[in-house]
């Protein structure tokens, strides 16, 4: 076969011929399952424009975008940041953004990674199957941006911008962690049916009800609680149970909610993600070298690219910051592969339904259905562990030194193994807050509850700022507890809603 | 089948309402970098842009987070030296071996968050104290006043752009060319009519046939069009800035002990308004600044605005000094002059009369405008009686009473409104 082409510049009909190359690798040879692909060739202006609006092609306006913008484009322009070379759209078609700048070679792998890759993750993976809708994000967003550009217009762009502020801080506490969320779509076509129901709930909510009987004050007592179980979707609490807000206003907590909701799954699945996108476009673009589709010099270019993604320093490095995702993704997937195809006695020790089995199923399925943090704890092999020399330390506040808890041994490889899953999982990585109770006879102030996690408090100032937003949103006090886990209330934050501001 | 999209056509500024919406947030501390930044300039370098910072602490959006405490275990790539038990020092300041916790929430919001404002947004921020009418605002933020030049010629124009005469003589030489193969053979056809015509020999057919050969040559050369749309040619305009003259602008400004830094700086957002405007009209522009007490001197912009003076006040010290420095320097009628005098209304009073007499006599008769104003909360006094008088004459003078930026517009309320006249 003769390569597709051998210069590094690229046309519309090369990339059309890679992608088709590619489709025919990925799709026929190794069944991925894919979206169809939308690919839109744009100028790295129009980069810092999809940045700064967190990927979406469309979105509401907001001052925060704009703050991204003005420091990615300050450090684009310092040349401090070369920018992604890719940004893809978990949409059906999928979007992938192909930079104009981009040599063929890195179009390809573009193509590879993001439109093949991320695309067949975002179709395959149980979460995203269960809590994002791809067929109608575009069109939700679409509705967002012209439902809260019209309350701007009505209400004013400052009274939106200050309710936006507020949803945001609570942003990562909008999603149902364990309730499966009903489909977007769905969601839209009742949106107003559900804002109307909303509202007269609120009309005859428990807050107001009570507030007549004061006189049956000494039932107190017995008086159920409300909410009757803790709620972990604080925004959602708000949003149905908030006295003193508006039918617009909460209709656009019930956006934030939304656009929240749909990168959850994003946020829990980084390294799977990335790194099943990063494995395969090493093996398709490998794969077209095999066939003869693509120079040397392609591979060169690819391969050094392809290097610096997945390079992990190590602790030591002064650059080190963490475990790069990609490094770690693309490692553990090729070695469930050659833990497939050429086990090792140890490896049929720990993995003895997969060792020596097809692999491509295998990798199917350790895509679907699993998490980040289920991901690790199922497949991160001992052998990996001592390509990456993982150790674990243990920070106590009380004790003086660190402590070294496990190394790369054969004491030590499910402990980290453990300690690395429970470092991807977001219920411990954030703190755990839940909406604790309402006073409905008294004040109507609002208590959460932060449960810690390890004794680990919650950082004092950036609490008593998003408690200010609570509080904004709440419309009545709203108190704060961190309680330990023998019960006992050890930080307590509490703040009153800015009268002034309230109209 | 994947469908491939050229977006590079669509606008590119689709942040743009973003970025727009993030000045407005932070308006009262970008508004203060502008203040400083204008306090900072030379007033000869006020349109650039400029960078602003502002605490990251005050456009941080919160969330919740863990602080540090508790007890954090940690997995981290490449162990060197470690066993399972090692015990080993915390690491000062969180970084590197594995501190706990996330260390990045303590140390942030020590740097500031820096951007560039681009000029336009800068001038927006200067403006907007000034109170300046929106026309007035577009005149001085806008490209400059172009004017067309010729630049030789194009093929396509409108019809009131054809050059008649580089048509034509396109048109000739395009017949000539077009005909000389042509009248080659008319030529030859001609001459071999002549030499049958000459022989006698009866040979009417042939005659008869180079006849009709010479009528048909004939016809095609009548047939090449006189003018073709081919030939026409327009006349070629392209736009360049306007004005070539040159101007010089005087301020003056009283430095005695009374003007504090405060009054300096209005003063100073009145002198960038003069010379923003000139700029506008004139290729070059000198600035001369003559500060002045019991006398007056000429400096830089540097001790202009920051060395301070006490003692009392000569008005006319600092016109006398103007007036020679016309005479010296700016006689020239190519040289259009400028002035814009601020100071807090002292004067020495039997100055005063002085001052008006050597206004109207030499320093107005030169003069395209000047501006005065006068930063002060009290009672006019003499001097702005004296000057009164003088505005009552001449119309190209102007004056002002100054408490805050936005009342320095008026001052030059004359000046901008002439300035379509002048295009």
């Known amino acids: 076969m003769t390569p597709i082409s051998t210069g590094s510049e690229w046309t519309f009909d090369l990339i059309d011929e890679y992608d088709k190359a590619i489709r025919d690798i990925a799709v026929n040879e190794f069944q991925l399952d894919c979206y169809p692909n939308q690919l839109e060739v744009i100028t790295a202006e129009q980069m810092m424009d999809a940045y700064s609006s967190v990927g979406m092609p469309v979105n509401y306006h907001h001052w925060s975008f704009g703050k991204h913008f003005v420091s990615t484009e300050k450090s684009y322009k310092r040349g401090q940041m070369g920018l992604a070379y890719e940004i893809v759209i978990n949409s059906n078609p999928c979007i992938a953004y192909l930079m104009e700048e981009n040599s063929m070679t890195m179009q390809a792998l573009v193509i590879a990674h993001a439109a093949y890759g991320h695309n067949s993750f975002f179709k395959g993976n149980y979460l995203f199957r269960t809590w994002t809708d791809a067929s109608a994000i575009i069109d939700y967003l679409v509705f967002a941006r012209q439902y809260i550009s019209r309350c701007e217009e009505r209400y004013g762009i400052d009274a939106v911008e200050e309710l936006l502020d507020s949803c945001h801080a609570l942003m990562n506490y909008g999603v149902d962690r364990y309730k499966r969320p009903q489909k977007l779509s769905l969601a839209e076509e009742q949106a107003r049916l559900h804002e109307r129901e909303a509202y007269l709930q609120t009309q005859v909510n428990d807050l107001w009800r009570t507030i007549p009987r004061r006189e049956r004050d000494d039932s107190a007592k017995t008086a159920p609680r409300f909410p009757a179980e803790p709620q972990e979707n604080l925004l959602y609490f708000i949003e149905k149970s908030a006295p003193l807000l508006e039918p617009w206003q909460r209709e656009i907590i019930r956006i934030v909610r939304k656009v929240a909701q749909y990168f959850y799954p994003q946020r829990q699945t980084q390294v799977m993600n990335e790194g099943w996108a990063t494995f395969w476009h090493y093996t398709l673009l490998n794969r077209l070298y095999e066939k003869g589709l693509v120079t040397d010099g392609f591979m060169m270019e690819f391969l050094q690219s392809h290097t610096n993604v997945v390079y992990q320093p190590p602790v030591t490095a002064r650059w080190y910051n963490g475990i790069n995702p990609y490094a770690l993704g693309f490692a553990m997937y090729q070695d469930i592969k050659r833990i497939c195809e050429a086990p090792t006695a140890e490896d049929r020790e720990w993995f003895p339904d997969i060792a020596g089995t097809p692999w491509r199923p295998v990798l199917e399925f350790a895509m679907k259905n699993f998490k980040d943090e289920s991901f690790i704890s199922q497949y991160l092999s001992p052998k990996l562990i001592r390509d990456f020399r993982l150790f674990a330390i243990r920070d106590d506040d009380r004790d003086d030194k660190l402590e070294v808890a496990a190394i790369h041994d054969e004491r030590g490889y499910r402990r980290i193994r453990q300690m690395l899953s429970e470092q991807y999982n977001l219920g411990s990585r954030e703190p755990n807050i839940q909406v604790w109770n309402v006073n409905l006879r008294g004040d109507r102030s609002l208590t959460l509850r932060h449960s810690m996690h390890n004794r680990k408090p919650l950082e004092a100032g950036s609490a008593q700022e998003v408690l200010k937003h609570v509080s904004r949103l709440w419309g009545f006090d709203v108190k704060l507890e961190s309680v330990d886990a023998d019960g006992s209330v050890s930080q307590t934050f509490s703040c009153k809603p800015d009268v002034s501001a309230m109209v | ?423």
């Open chain 2, 1 to 423: 089948m994947s469908h491939i999209i050229d977006r590079r056509l669509n606008g590119k500024n689709k942040s743009a309402v973003n970025r727009e919406r993030f000045l407005r947030r932070f308006k009262a501390q970008i508004k203060e970098a502008v203040g400083k930044a204008i306090k900072g300039r030379s007033i000869t370098d006020i349109e650039s842009g400029e960078n602003v910072s502002i605490p990251v602490k005050d456009i941080s959006e919160p969330s919740f987070h863990h602080g540090r405490g508790g007890v954090g275990e940690h997995v981290h790539p490449g162990n060197e030296e470690f066993v399972q038990g090692d015990r080993i020092k915390r690491p000062q300041g969180g970084g590197g071996g594995g501190g706990g916790g996330k260390a990045s929430n303590e140390g942030e919001g020590e740097d500031d968050f820096a951007f560039q404002l681009s000029r336009e947004e800068f001038m927006n921020v200067f403006f907007e104290d000034l109170a300046l009418p929106n026309l007035v605002k577009t005149q001085l933020m806008g490209i400059e006043e172009m004017k067309p030049v010729r630049a030789g010629y194009t093929n396509d124009g409108t019809p009131a752009n054809i050059s008649i005469v580089r048509s034509l003589r396109g048109a000739l030489a395009r017949r000539v060319a077009m005909a000389a193969p042509t009248l080659t053979r008319l030529r030859e056809a001609e001459e071999d009519l002549d030499t049958l015509l000459e022989s006698d020999d009866d040979n009417g057919v042939e005659v008869r046939e180079r006849r009709r050969q010479i009528h048909a040559l004939r016809e095609k050369i009548n047939h090449i069009p006189f003018i073709d749309p081919f030939d026409l040619r327009y006349n070629n305009r392209v736009k360049q800035p306007k004005p070539t003259s040159k101007a010089v602008m005087f301020c003056l400004m009283d430095v005695s002990g009374s003007m504090d830094e405060g009054k300096k700086d209005m003063a100073k957002r009145f002198f960038i308004l003069l010379y923003l405007f000139l700029q506008r009209n004139y290729e070059k522009i000198e600035v001369v600044f003559i500060r002045h007490h019991t006398s007056a001197v000429e400096v830089n912009e540097q001790d202009f605005f920051h060395s301070r003076e006490s003692g009392g006040t000569v008005v006319s010290s600092a016109l006398n000094l103007m007036a020679d420095i016309v005479k010296k320097r700016y006689a020239n009628s190519e040289w259009n002059i400028y002035a814009a005098q601020a100071s807090d209304g002292d004067n020495w009073d039997s100055d005063s009369a002085n001052c008006g007499k050597i206004l109207q006599e030499k320093i107005l008769p030169w003069c395209q405008y000047y501006a005065y104003i006068e930063i002060t909360e009290g009672e006019p006094q003499n001097l702005w009686y004296e000057y009164l008088r003088v505005a009552g004459q001449h119309k190209h003078f102007a004056m002002q009473k100054i408490r805050s930026p936005a009342d320095i517009y008026p001052v030059f309320r004359e000046l901008f409104k002439r300035q379509p006249a002048t295009r």
